[in-house]
């Protein structure tokens, strides 16, 4: 296993659009996935895209931290999910404002609207396939972390730039709490 370098909002691979993986269980993605789950516990963040590594693939690892959940019974708190070529299908017109921040943009958060409610498939790294409706928190790292796949970083989503800014001021502006979100 390796850290990986992340990339930063500029760099090109970030703009593109990543490649569907062949094949799920193929040694180089287990090695990716890998990689990828030691390289978002030691930034720490929530979530990671393989575009974020260098990597155009459409593979992302996250986890919905129980601090983080909002106790739903679709936005349960969840250990890991290792998502590859995702097909993001949001459940209705409702969207709703909350912080987020990105491994990418280090330092920085943003109010970012999202769909509430979501429905996403894919498989995993061992084939298996994953179909889930989600809410809450759970549903707005899905969709941060595919937008990653479409070269669409959160700045891009912003609606009002005045809610966007560097993190400590941020905080301090809006009054953020102590479990502030870790970046995706
Ligand atoms: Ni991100």
Redesign the pocket.
């Known amino acids: 296993m390796a850290i990986l370098k992340i990339a930063r909002m500029g760099h090109p691979v970030l703009r593109q659009k990543a490649e569907e993986v062949a094949d799920p269980t193929a040694p180089e993605i287990q090695q990716l996935v890998a990689d990828m789950i030691e390289t978002m516990d030691d930034a720490p ?1 929530t ?3 393989a575009p ?1 590594v260098h990597v155009p693939l459409r593979v992302v690892v996250f986890r919905v931290g129980a601090h983080r959940s909002t106790g739903a019974p679709d936005d349960q708190p969840e250990a890991l999910t290792v998502l590859i070529n995702p097909i993001l299908e949001p459940q209705g017109e409702e969207q709703a404002l909350d912080w ?6 280090p330092g920085m958060m943003g109010a970012v609207p999202r769909f509430t409610r979501l429905r996403y498939r894919g498989v995993n790294e061992k084939g298996e396939e994953i179909d889930r409706t989600v809410s809450g928190f759970h549903a707005r790292v899905v969709q ?2 595919c ?2 796949l479409d070269g669409i ?2 700045p891009q989503r912003l609606q009002d730039l005045r809610l966007f800014g560097f993190s400590d001021e941020m905080k301090r502006a809006f009054g953020g709490n102590d479990d502030e979100p870790d ?2």
Do not use: I, K, R, T
Not at 100 to 105: A, K, T, W
């Open positions: 963040g979530g990671l895209a974020q987020e921040g990105c491994l990418s943009v941060h972390e937008d990653h970083l959160y970046p995706d």
